[in-house]
């Protein structure tokens, strides 16, 4: 059986990259606001921050004096019909942003195959080493009690 050298396994497999940056520098523009939309909408700080404009938002229309309210009933109507709207649109943004890191996860466990693949041949090759050693160890001790049962 042959033993791979160091610089064989290293020219077997080709240096590892940061998938991270691998991922980050093939993303378009788009793909990048995507992701960022993804980030902070898909937050409890964001859900806060909408559920508490909707509440000032309907509490100023419905309880604020008739002449101070700037969207009285049915209006208000009309607003939860846009949020509505609003949520249809973030929905299929959401699901991109979603897909890009699904990639990103992909390229991620590909990295780490590569690097488990890498290891198991050096740890392989360690031990095929370290078979021989013991099997010339062995013969080395053959020969030394060969000499010492001739004296």
């Given amino acids: 059986m ?4 160091l610089a064989e396994i290293k020219e077997q497999f080709p240096p590892l990259h940061n998938t991270n940056q691998t991922h980050r520098s093939r993303l378009s523009p788009l793909e990048k606001l995507g992701l960022l939309v993804t ?10 921050i909408i559920l508490l404009w909707t509440i000032l938002w309907l509490g100023w229309n419905i309880a604020a004096p008739q002449k101070l309210r700037f969207d009285p009933y049915p209006a208000f109507v009309l607003w939860l019909f846009i949020s509505n709207l609003i949520q249809l649109h973030l929905l299929p943004l959401l699901m991109v942003g979603q897909n890009i890191q699904s990639k990103h996860a992909e390229l991620r466990s590909d990295h780490d195959y590569q690097t488990n693949r890498k290891a ?12 021989n050693q013991k099997e010339l160890m062995n013969e080395l001790l053959k020969r030394v009690e060969n000499l010492e049962k001739k004296k």
């Fill in 2 to 5: 042959k033993i791979d050298s």
């Fill in 39 to 48: 980030d902070h909408v898909g937050t409890m700080g964001f859900f806060f």
């Fill in 120 to 131: 198991e041949k050096e740890i392989e090759t360690i031990i095929l080493h370290l078979e």
